[in-house]
């Protein structure tokens, strides 16, 4: 049962153009979520979150959008450069009133941005 | 430390044989969490602990596995009578909670032959 779900394994966008990855979930009881970017032979890397109370977050070049009625979160990279070129992962977690509990994540997607 | 620190890197085992993965967490973190990533998945979560509280062994694939925090400070993570199906790279994180993520070491990357 895969609760956190990125349905594009993969994608490609031109460097200074805007890159939309995309997540659903099914889990009405999560309230935290979290964008994370990897490369190869290192671990996750956090870059964004967004609590359920908001429904935008941003920060410099990456904006986290939340839809909580469709379940879905996107994360927009504007403009995008290649050192962006990584595996994201989408994450979400049901807190509730402490500050921590643990992450469910996506299968991921690998975005390259060409020069 | 400055990050969560995990060793070894790299861990190459028979099949059959037990393995043992070390975490250090960011000092002062209260949560500490093992996730796992096989070759083309996510990242699959295995157990989390939290201070003093039981830890959430949900995640945990079989009997085989089983983790333990000393301290509530460093972990390991043990593999007994490993199968070719747990090779994947074995990642570790900690928190202190609040509105940040969570940061991840490096991984142990574990191949079962």
């Known amino acids: 049962d895969q609760q956190v779900k990125q349905n594009s394994p993969s994608l490609s966008v031109q460097e200074g153009r805007i890159s939309i990855l995309n997540c659903d979930y099914t889990n009405s009881m999560f309230d935290y979520f979290l964008w994370y970017k990897k490369y190869p032979a290192e671990g996750p890397t956090f870059l964004i979150s967004i609590s359920s109370i908001k429904d935008k977050n941003e920060d410099g070049r990456f904006t986290v959008f939340l839809n909580k009625s469709a379940k879905h979160l996107s994360l927009h990279i504007v403009p995008s450069q290649p050192g962006d070129s990584a595996v994201y992962f989408c994450a979400a977690s049901s807190r509730g009133g402490s500050n921590t509990g643990k992450l469910i994540f996506g299968q991921g997607t690998t975005l390259q941005v060409k020069p | 430390g400055a990050g969560v620190s995990q060793s070894p890197s790299n861990k190459v085992t028979e099949k059959g044989k037990d393995v043992e993965l070390r975490c250090d967490p960011i000092?002062?973190?209260?949560?500490l969490y093992w996730y796992r990533q096989s070759l083309g998945q996510g990242l699959e979560f295995l157990i989390y602990?939290?201070?003093?509280?039981?830890?959430?062994k949900s995640g945990l694939p079989s009997d085989r596995f089983s983790a333990e925090r000393t301290g509530g400070s460093v972990s390991t993570l043990t593999i007994q009578r490993t199968q070719q199906e747990d090779s994947a790279v074995y990642l570790c994180?900690?928190?202190?909670?609040?509105?940040?993520?969570?940061?991840f070491g490096s991984g142990t990357r574990l191949t079962v032959v």
């Open positions: 000092s002062g973190h209260t949560a």
């Open positions: 994180a900690s928190s202190l909670g609040g509105a940040g993520g969570y940061t």
């Open positions: 602990f939290q201070g003093n509280s039981a830890p959430d």
